[in-house]
């Protein structure tokens, strides 16, 4: 049976913003075809040039942008908390204002350590449960250290390395993708505190989109 020779090339694929090998088959592989000679080796550098150029959806220095905007919005809603109402729950049974800061910052920690392969320095700590950071000079310290964390990460990562691919849990993600759950993540609480300042008698900071 002859095995069929090919034509190899590049396809743009917008959706991922890249490119993808392609390959056509167009003939007999036989002595007289010189195609055969450098087909298999031009396919294997295609292969390896896709994956080596990887571009990550948003540029690394958006991320950046996004995150440093982040730290600021977050910022405004610790200092709009009074010292007395650092540790104020709507209800019994759920998280304080600080706790839910802090929880904010543990995940920071633990999403970005994963994307990023450093050393969680809070690694076997619960940051809510620990009573010294529910002081408001604390409590900010932690949640801005977990944002310089997630940006001094960022900054230390390339393109290539945003598509490599790391476990979280059970999963296998991408590096990027993992801090753009963290990004989701610390979006996410920091609203839920919208609630404690309303309660409180305090307008929550504007929004901060740019």
């Known amino acids: 049976m002859k095995l069929s020779e090919g034509q190899a090339g590049f396809a743009p694929d917008t959706a991922n913003h890249r490119f993808v ?21 031009f396919l294997l550098f295609a292969a390896l040039t896709v994956l080596s150029s990887y571009r990550p959806a948003t540029t690394i220095n958006q991320m950046v942008a996004d995150w440093q ?9 610790l200092d709009a908390m009074p010292e007395d109402g650092v ?57 801005m250290e977990s944002y310089d964390f997630a940006i001094d990460g ?8 945003m598509g490599e691919k790391v476990k979280f849990g059970n999963n296998e ?27 409180k008698g305090i307008k929550p900071p504007n929004e901060k989109l740019f």
């Not at 019994?92 to 800061?101: G, K, L, N, Y």
């Not at 960022?154 to 390395?161: I, R, T, V």
């Open 154 to 161: 960022l900054k230390g990562m390339n393109d290539a390395q």
């Open 87 to 143: 540790n104020y729950k709507p209800n019994p049974e759920i998280r304080s204002f600080a706790e839910q800061m802090l929880h904010l910052a543990s995940a920071n920690f633990f999403f970005v350590s994963t994307a990023t392969g450093k050393a969680n320095p809070y690694a076997g700590k619960s940051l809510e449960k620990m009573d010294d950071m529910k002081t408001k000079a604390s409590l900010t310290k932690a949640v």
């Open 21 to 41: 090998a392609t390959f056509s088959y167009f003939g007999p592989v036989s002595s007289h075809n010189p195609m055969k000679r450098f087909s298999l080796p």
């Open 69 to 77: 905007r982040a730290r600021e919005f977050t910022k405004e809603y």
């Open 173 to 199: 993600l991408s590096r990027e993708l993992a801090f753009a759950k963290a990004f989701e993540h610390q979006t996410h609480h920091r609203g839920q505190t919208t609630l404690y300042l309303r309660m």
